[in-house]
């Protein structure tokens, strides 16, 4: 242990042991997060008033700040006693694809303090400590015959240390700007000013940054509010004393209370404050470690890129025929979507949409519409408008988008943070839901864990976004400084619909006209990494891919939405920002400066393998950019320089999407899965030698089909990942699953697996591709589960097959054909003469609906070596359990012997006593020639 070290726990120690005494004296109660650096008290001061006080390694970072809340059924600040106190540690795992970090393993540990007022139980205050955040919100509790009430105003307070600099957005006063539509979370950020002012006398907007003098960062926010409360924002009350500000009044019109109802019992929104350094900031996952979903989602939901005509040609360019060039152009990206703007409706019409609609689906992109949010709390004009406000006409026009196949809305021109504006977020949210839209806001407020809480919720804008950039010169004179507080202020909370990375020079549709961009290319690329939404609509125009460096104009192409994984690497609000993100495999970092000076670095580069070839977009010192190639070096690190306005961005390239699944799988190899553009519509689990390495060599295969004939492998894909780990290349048929979500779409076909065993052979032959002379082409296993299992059947005769493994399945009985479903493949019993392999059938036991098929199909096999194992857990099997459960264990066995000539492997199927037989719950029956595979 270092001296610095015992110093740190003697400070520990400390602080534990003064906070002992006060247990005893004064009701004071402590919780520390999991590795001890996070220290928070809560107690009562005289006359019964709670508080808080926080310390990170030994260091004040919130003095003593007030709790509580004042309600019509009572004063909760004052008067209190603390009742028996409840301690819990929480360790939760959850798996979120739209926001920075895909997988959170959340560690915390919880103190509920129950407050006791004139002997009745009136509400707990609940604390949460993680490793680098502070939470806690209240419980308010039914009174007697009292089931609801009205909250006034919360005590909650922040109280800064002495010398501490803020990052903060001013509040914006009710009814003003654009058609009266302020509030929006839309004026510029105030940095490193001192305590002690109100912004623009209203407070601040969430989140807040802050900086102590002892550098300690510190991040004030709210999760978890729903149409159950009311929005609400920082007001300062003199010198380093923040305090929770309800809405205005002004806002919605004046229309609506400022407080907050609440049925009894009922939880308030959660306060978050994170700190530490500013890699805590980044990376702090707290808006959604402490929420729940609300609802399932109606559909596997369709993220990715778009673009937007609206950003550089303004409402004019809402027409039919320049949307359809919108649409050309998204598909020659491979966009997945195009925003159509305000006065659609007006300028197209709906029938034109419709017909829109159509052309984009054909092509594969789909449509968001612009909707007006307005009823009666601001003047904006721009339509359709009226519809999003009222429940019948909102679901009778989300009736009409889910008929033609729309993907998502953007709705525009909230009206402020009252209750009834937060209930209608949620209403939307749920309705959209119900016809399987995506939603968008802008003019909006802050989202506060809402990817988390709502499954079709994308991005807020709530921040200075792109049109700004269009408006006036003055935003992009500013734009690196405003970018380069982002990462550090609005989007480490939530999801940020920014509209950026532009490659036109100005912002016109002829490229010639309008405010000129004094950002570099590369700038353009390094937002569209640095900015995080799962759906993100960039501000690119078809004339970009004739006047914009090709290299750019790729890496658009390429760039994901998604990620996996977030890092910060170095930078300070509005200078500079150098972070890393990964998607599956491949990781991007990303810099940009906003000083006058060059900022010169040395950045690690141990994310990346020795001797990896890198792509590296960088800018001189005129932001003339390129794109070099450079291999990591021994000591994974890189001197980079990036001059004012420019950027530089590095990756390592690898071809189509890419997810690592359950840390890459528990065999000796790290399992990867992907797609790639040449086998359309199949997904690959593929063993790597590491998760940033080529595919090993000389690898079995195996191509699979999948149950009720989906065209995707989502209830398979830990199961086919954890083969994959085994050293096996997996091929399954359909696109690459996004999660659990189920898949929504055609049926998938025979046809494809032998697509797939074709394109096999294919690779194997081609010195381009990464999986040249390393597949095993002799070596391959034909399988399938239920549906899968038949067109497994189907393709049984093709002879470059060496094993089938038919899962939950059997060909159909005369006596129950009614029972298919239709569209999977029927061949009759005397199919099973054209079997050429050995074959292993696994069925889920008597319970399993295919078990008669699957066993009458065992019965009839007598020329090749077939045996059956079944393991009682019905059709379902157990592949969506972690790993794939015992079914991957069966068929791991099977294929290792099968394909990789494994003695070990085979006592699990050889001799009376063999090891499938000895595992709880297995029977295993073999036909009369299994005995010629020993």
């Known amino acids: 242990m270092t001296i610095r070290h015992m110093k740190r726990m003697n400070r520990i120690m400390m602080v534990a042991l003064a906070l002992l005494c006060l247990t005893t004296t004064a009701r004071a109660q402590t919780v520390q997060s999991p590795d001890g650096n996070i220290v928070v008290t809560v107690a009562f001061s005289e006359g019964g008033k709670p508080h ?36 819990t540690d929480i360790d939760e795992n959850y798996e979120l694809r739209n926001i920075k970090q895909r997988r959170v393993h959340y560690v915390a540990r919880q103190l509920t303090v129950p407050c006791m007022q004139n002997d009745r139980h009136v509400m707990d205050i609940i604390v949460r400590v993680s490793n680098r955040d502070v939470a806690f919100c209240y419980r308010l509790l039914p009174q007697k015959d009292t089931r609801v009430c009205v909250v006034n105003s919360e005590a909650s307070s922040f109280v800064l240390p002495d010398g501490t600099t803020t990052f903060l957005c001013p509040q914006s006063k009710p009814m003003t700007g654009f058609a009266r539509t302020a509030p929006s979370y839309e004026t510029p950020y105030q940095l490193d000013q001192p305590v002690g002012n109100n912004g623009w006398g209203e407070g601040f907007t969430f989140p807040c940054l802050f900086k102590t003098a002892n550098s300690q960062w510190v991040l004030i926010s709210e999760t978890g509010t729903d149409g159950n409360y009311v929005g609400c924002r920082l007001q300062n009350d003199g010198g380093g004393h923040y305090k929770i500000g309800f809405p205005m009044a002004g806002e919605m019109n004046g229309a609506g209370s400022t407080t907050a109802t609440l049925a009894l019992p009922g939880q308030t929104p959660w306060r978050t404050i994170t700190m530490g350094p500013l890699a805590h900031i980044v990376e702090t996952t707290a808006a959604f470690d402490l929420v729940q979903r609300k609802y399932e989602p109606s559909q596997a939901y369709v993220y990715g890129k778009g673009t937007w005509s609206w950003i550089i040609g303004m409402d004019a360019s809402c027409n039919y025929d320049e949307q359809k060039r919108y649409i050309d152009f998204a598909a020659a990206m491979g966009y997945k979507s195009v925003l159509v703007d305000a006065f659609w409706d007006k300028q197209i019409g709906y029938d034109r949409i419709a017909e829109l609609a159509r052309y984009g689906l054909a092509k594969g992109v789909g449509l968001f519409l612009w909707y007006n949010s307005n009823g009666s709390w601001n003047d904006a004009p721009q339509t359709p408008i009226g519809k999003m406000n009222n429940a019948r006409i909102r679901r009778e026009e989300m009736k009409w988008m889910k008929d033609n196949g729309i993907r998502g809305i953007k709705v525009d021109f909230f009206g402020g943070d009252k209750q009834p504006m937060m209930q209608l977020y949620e209403d939307i949210l749920s309705d959209a839901n119900d016809y399987g839209l995506l939603c968008i806001f802008h003019g909006c407020t802050l989202p506060r864990g809402w990817e988390r809480m709502y499954p079709n919720y994308v991005a807020s804008e709530a921040v200075l976004a792109s049109e700004n950039l269009h408006f006036g010169q003055a935003a992009c004179d500013a734009e690196a400084r405003n970018a380069c507080i982002h990462p550090f202020v609005r989007n480490t909370i939530g999801s940020m619909d920014f509209g950026g990375s532009a490659l036109n020079k100005r912002y016109s549709a002829d490229n010639q006209h309008g405010t000129i961009r004094r950002t570099s290319d590369v700038f353009a690329l390094a937002t569209a990494v640095l900015f995080q939404s799962a759906v993100q609509h960039f501000a690119l125009a078809p004339n970009n891919q004739m006047d914009a460096p090709q290299w750019a104009v790729q890496f658009m192409k390429r760039v994901p939405t998604t990620w996996d994984e977030v890092r910060f690497i170095d930078g300070y609000p509005g200078k500079y920002v150098i972070l890393a993100r990964r998607h599956g495999l491949q990781w991007y970092v990303a810099g940009i400066n906003a000083d006058e000076k060059p900022l010169k670095k040395t950045i690690p ?53 890419q997810r690592i699944v359950e840390n890459g799988g528990t065999g000796p190899f790290k399992a990867v899965m992907t797609d790639d553009p040449s086998l359309p519509a199949h997904t690959l689990f593929v063993p790597t030698d590491s998760l940033t390495s080529k595919p090993i060599l000389h690898m079995p295969v195996l191509v699979w089909g999948n149950g009720a004939c989906a065209n995707s492998p989502f209830e398979h894909y830990k199961f086919l990942n954890e083969i994959a780990s085994h050293g096996f290349l997996v091929v399954a048929t359909g696109y690459m699953p996004e999660g659990d979500e189920r898949y929504v779409g055609p049926m998938s076909t025979s ?116 045996c059956v194992a079944n393991y009682p857990v019905g059709h379902g099997g157990t592949y969506a359990q972690p790993h794939g459960g015992e079914f991957a264990v069966a068929a791991l066995a099977w294929l290792k012997w099968q394909l990789k000539f494994d003695r070990e492997a085979a006592s699990m199927f050889v001799g009376d006593d063999c090891g499938l037989s000895r595992r709880k719950g297995w029977t295993l029956q073999k036909n009369a020639k299994f005995d010629e595979l020993r």
């Open 751 to 866: 046809e494809q697996q032998i697509e797939a065993i074709d394109w096999l052979y294919k690779q194997n032959k081609n010195p381009h591709s990464p999986y040249y002379q390393r597949i095993a082409l002799d070596h391959i296993c034909l399988a399938g589960m239920s549906c899968g299992g038949l067109q497994s059947l189907f393709n049984c005769a093709d002879p470059r097959i060496s094993s089938l493994m038919i899962c939950n399945s059997g060909l159909f009985k005369p006596s129950n054909a009614a029972s298919a479903v239709g569209g999977m493949p029927m061949p009759p019993k005397s199919k099973l003469k054209e079997i050429h392999t050995p074959v292993f059938y696994i069925l889920g036991g008597e319970s399993d609906i295919a078990y008669e098929n699957g066993m009458d199909d065992f019965r009839l096999i007598d020329h090749v070596p077939a």
């Open 52 to 87: 808080y006080q926080v310390s990170y390694q030994g260091q004040e970072v919130l003095g003593s700040s007030a709790l509580g809340v004042v309600t019509n059924i009572g004063d909760f600040t004052h008067n209190l006693q603390a009742g028996k106190v409840e301690s």
């Open 605 to 657: 580069l141990d994310m990346f393998t020795r001797s990896m070839t890198l792509d590296i977009y960088s800018d001189d010192a005129r932001l003339q950019g390129n794109m070099q190639r450079q291999k990591v070096g021994s000591k994974k690190r890189m001197e980079i320089t990036i001059p004012c306005n420019g950027a530089i961005v590095i990756c390592n390239e690898v071809d189509g999407e």
